[in-house]
């Protein structure tokens, strides 16, 4: 008592010093974004060396900011308004630390925290950049910094302090009281802003006046890492959705799951782009306008979920005169990067040239595919709003629209991935590229055949997606094979292939393999809804299950309706399932928490409701194959993208300069 007693007397210093530290933060921005422009402009080595420790200057503050309020957090400092309004004394310790960010303004503390960690990783591992370029590459960074700690203090301030603290706060959002929903918003984040560093290059480069192989190369990392913390994000949230809102599904087509999809979708068109400015320098124009679209996208998301115009079941649903602010943000960045983009047509001149059917052409195909798939979810979207505020009609976008208006895009880029990933630089011939995936191509169709002839009469979804799935995976079975050439030691040259191709290939497999599972979801669910009486059995596919007993029980912070039911097949015990209907008191929120039996092939999805007049429980059931194949092919690419980052090639930089010479002044 006596510590707790200690750290509350010791806490509001503590804010106080985080606070200031924001603030220096603000400024230290402001000097690492003009001094080292003006620097690389004139040449001047002293003002571009000034980058570097301010990059770390920032970061280090903006971490002493992040962890005072963190510590209040942990404490339970109620004197700080924001910790009032997001947590409780009864709340378990993780759920304390992660209201930290689970709520606006601690969210946009975590955004700048990013935004100073990349650049500060860019000035500790950027010294084989050229002086001139890193330090335009630090400024811009620098400048987004600026105009989000300019957000932060002025509208949005986390420090706010009460006059006369409570005795107690009103709780975190029960909804966010999950582990998988802790986790989710840092790794989304570090991937939203991620893309700020791809941003800060394109622009760097411009203003440079240089875009070659090796701006390509190093651009690639950057996007590489906020791809991959993306891809882990997004699948954290998806997961959290399917057993915890218990509506049995792992994807709504929410606008706050598109506004992180949609940066995905174009991270990964950069990413292969890229490759071709590394490889052939081509498609420098189209890259540099990527790199521009995937963290605008980014801001776009951030705009949807805080500007309260969007519902979304997990918004930060807050005043539209904050959302203006951030459209603000957006409109400069965006617009004086477009602007630079236009004036500097001419320094992307491509160089290399390739013909029709070539691997460069493939990646563009691969790259209109998923931007013209980006620009789909982006209109469904927003047309609700546009529609409202211009036609003064309420639509509603769902499901439907997404998934006929999506589905093709991804369905051809399953298509053409495993023939584009075989065809040679340059010049190729389609024939001698298709011809080694001949029996793959066969297998992959038996494969949808047997699934169709199996499910009989239902829709085409089941079986497309599996062949999609198995013609991507063995495709890249055969790429590893070709790249191993003929003679001995093939067993030996495939071990020796340097990391990025291993990651390429998991990267790709499991792209497939999440194909087959969504696939299998969406095809083959099988429901049943009805009221069960306890110690009554039902059927439910080739299942049988039995409620057994429902209880009231009080957890640390909610209180719990608890169902025990009997999952068995054939007679044979399978498992033993627990589906909860919790009730926050402090929140007055209740949430829903499905039993769950997973299994590589299939789930079996529990959920318990109200209890009826006759004394029965509603109870929901579903059986769900491949659902698990979801969540593993969203790790194997996960996977894959870091395998490409340990790649020795992507910290080395080809291209660029072992020993930066310094800039002489004029």
């Not at 965006?334 to 491509?350: C, D, P, S, W, Y």
């Not at 023939?419 to 038996?446: D, E, Q």
């Amino acid at each position: 008592m006596a510590g707790r007693v200690r750290a509350l007397y010791t806490s509001p210093m503590i804010t106080e010093i985080g606070h200031f530290a924001l603030i220096l933060a603000f400024g230290v921005a402001i000097v690492q974004t003009f001094v080292p422009l003006i620097g690389a402009y004139k040449r001047w080595p002293a003002w571009m060396a000034v980058a570097e420790p301010a990059a770390g200057a920032q970061f280090a503050l903006t971490a002493l900011a992040f962890g005072a309020l963190m510590y209040a957090f942990v404490v339970s400092d109620f004197s700080l308004s924001l910790v009032v309004a997001n947590s409780h004394s009864a709340k378990p310790m993780l759920y304390k630390i992660s209201g930290t960010w689970g709520n606006h303004e601690g969210s946009m503390l975590l955004w700048v925290l990013i935004v100073t960690l990349f650049g500060a990783m860019a000035a500790w591992f950027g010294g084989n950049l050229p002086p001139t370029l890193r330090a335009r590459v630090l400024s811009v960074q620098s400048a987004i910094a600026i105009a989000f700690f300019a957000f932060i203090i002025f509208t949005s301030n986390p420090f706010t302090r009460l006059a006369t603290p409570p005795f107690d706060g009103q709780d975190l959002n029960p909804l966010l009281q999950d582990p998988g929903l802790a986790f989710h918003p840092p790794f989304l984040y570090l991937g939203y802003v991620g893309l700020s560093m791809a941003f800060s290059f394109a622009v760097a480069a411009l203003i440079e006046g240089r875009v070659d192989a090796a701006w390509g190369r190093w651009v690639r990392p950057w996007t590489l890492a906020a791809w991959v913390f993306l891809t882990i994000g997004i699948a954290l949230g998806s997961w959290w959705a399917y057993y915890e809102l218990g509506w049995g599904g792992f994807w709504f087509w929410d606008p706050v799951e598109n506004a992180s999809f949609m940066p995905w979708l174009l991270a990964a068109a950069l990413l292969h782009s890229a490759i071709v400015v590394e490889k052939r320098e081509s498609l420098k124009s189209w890259t540099i306008l990527l790199a521009i679209l995937a963290f605008g996208f980014s801001l776009i998301g951030t705009f949807i979920v805080r500007s309260g115009l969007l519902t979304s079941v997990h918004a930060f649903a807050n005043d539209p005169e904050r959302g203006v602010f951030i459209l603000i943000i957006l409109g400069f960045f965006m617009g004086g990067a477009l602007i630079l983009f236009t004036l500097r047509a001419g320094v992307m001149e491509a160089k290399g040239v390739f013909g029709v059917v070539s691997r460069e052409s493939a990646l563009l195909v691969n790259n209109l595919l998923l931007a013209v798939a980006c620009f789909v979810v982006f209109v469904g979207t927003m047309w609700p709003l546009v529609a409202e505020m211009f036609f003064d009609r309420k639509l509603s976008v769902g499901p439907p629209f997404f998934n006929a208006a999506f589905t093709p895009f991804m369905i051809l880029l399953g298509l053409f991935m495993p023939i584009g990933s075989v065809m040679p630089w340059k010049r190729a011939s389609l024939w001698k590229a298709v011809y080694p995936l001949r029996y793959v191509f066969v297998l992959a169709i038996a494969v949808g055949g047997l699934t169709f002839a199996i499910q009989t009469g239902r829709s085409m979804i089941g079986p497309v997606g599996l062949f999609l799935g198995a013609w991507i995976i063995m495709g890249v079975i055969v790429e590893l094979v070709q790249r191993t050439g003929r003679g001995p030691d093939r067993l030996g040259r495939l071990m020796r292939l340097p990391r990025a191709d291993w990651g390429k290939a998991t990267a790709h497999a499991g792209l497939g393999v999440t194909m087959a599972g969504i696939a299998g979801l969406t095809a083959w669910t099988q429901d049943d809804i009805r009221v069960a009486q306890i110690n009554q059995s039902w059927d439910v596919g080739h299942y049988t299950l039995t409620l057994n007993n429902v209880e009231e029980i009080r957890g640390p912070n909610y209180l719990s309706t608890m169902g025990s039911l009997t999952l068995a097949q054939d007679g044979k015990f399978v498992a033993n399932l627990s589906p909860e209907k919790r009730f926050y008191p402090v929140a007055q929120m209740p949430t829903t928490e499905a039993g769950i039996d997973y299994n590589l092939i299939r789930d079996v999805y529990v959920v318990i409701g109200d209890q009826q007049n006759n004394g029965g429980w509603t109870i929901r059931t579903y059986i769900k194959p491949l659902t698990n194949w979801i969540w593993i092919g969203s790790a194997l690419m996960a996977l894959g993208g870091l395998l490409s980052l340990t790649d020795r090639r992507f910290r080395v930089a080809a291209g660029a300069r072992k020993t930066p010479q310094p800039v002489p002044a004029e």
